[in-house]
């Protein structure tokens, strides 16, 4: 049986190799996990993949088995309940996401974007204003998956003004500069704009 170490990983990366290990055929793996939050995310991830999930407790965390049990249950969203990949807008406004600790929000900025990477339903564009510039410009691992999400696609805007205005306009690392007629075109053209 396939054994996927995931313990000292955050979120979203123990959910996300176990879709891998789906997504590869996998009809019988375990994850091991060090934290009871994962194993939640875990068990959610197999009842809508039609799976069971078996938790363990052992000293060094847990132990999740995933066993292919049929079809995914009903709480499983379609691709048709889904919006189609692309016509939706994802919009950065800064550079952390909330207002609690800035260290936190940086990271899940982080987390956010490799977790789009991930994924197989993606936004048409992404928009960064204000000090959502700075992301593409000054955080290497989020130009990364910027990069990686534009490699499928993904149309990535920065505001060229903001650029300006923090001195960043020779730092941009992914995306094109833009103006803010084109930012603001591509959010009435989007179905939803998720905002960060």
Not at 73 to 88: F, I, L, R, V
Not at 108 to 127: A, C, K, N, S, V
Request: hydrophobic share 45%.
């Amino acid at each position: 049986m396939k054994m996927i170490d995931a313990r000292g990983k955050n979120c979203p990366i123990p959910v996300v190799l176990a879709q891998k290990a789906i997504a590869a055929g996998e009809t019988a793996f375990t994850v091991r996990v060090d934290n009871a939050a994962a194993v939640e995310n875990l068990k959610r991830l197999a009842e809508s993949r039609g799976y069971q999930a078996h938790p363990v407790g052992d000293g060094e965390g847990f132990a999740v088995t995933f066993a292919a049990s049929g079809t995914p249950t009903a709480q499983a969203a379609s691709p048709s309940q889904h919006a189609a990949a692309g016509d939706w807008t994802v919009f950065a406004g800064r550079d952390c996401i909330g207002d609690g600790d800035r260290e936190l929000g940086s990271s899940l900025m982080r987390m956010f974007f490799y977790t789009l990477t991930q994924g197989d339903e993606l936004p048409g564009t992404i928009l960064f204003m204000n000090a959502g510039v700075k992301l593409p410009t000054l955080d290497a691992q989020v130009a990364e998956h910027l990069n990686a999400l534009q490699e499928r696609g993904v149309k990535v805007l920065v505001c060229g003004t903001c650029l300006n205005f923090y001195g960043l306009a020779d730092q941009l690392k992914a995306g094109t500069v833009s103006n803010m007629y084109d930012i603001v075109s591509c959010m009435a053209r989007s179905a939803k704009v998720v905002t960060l």
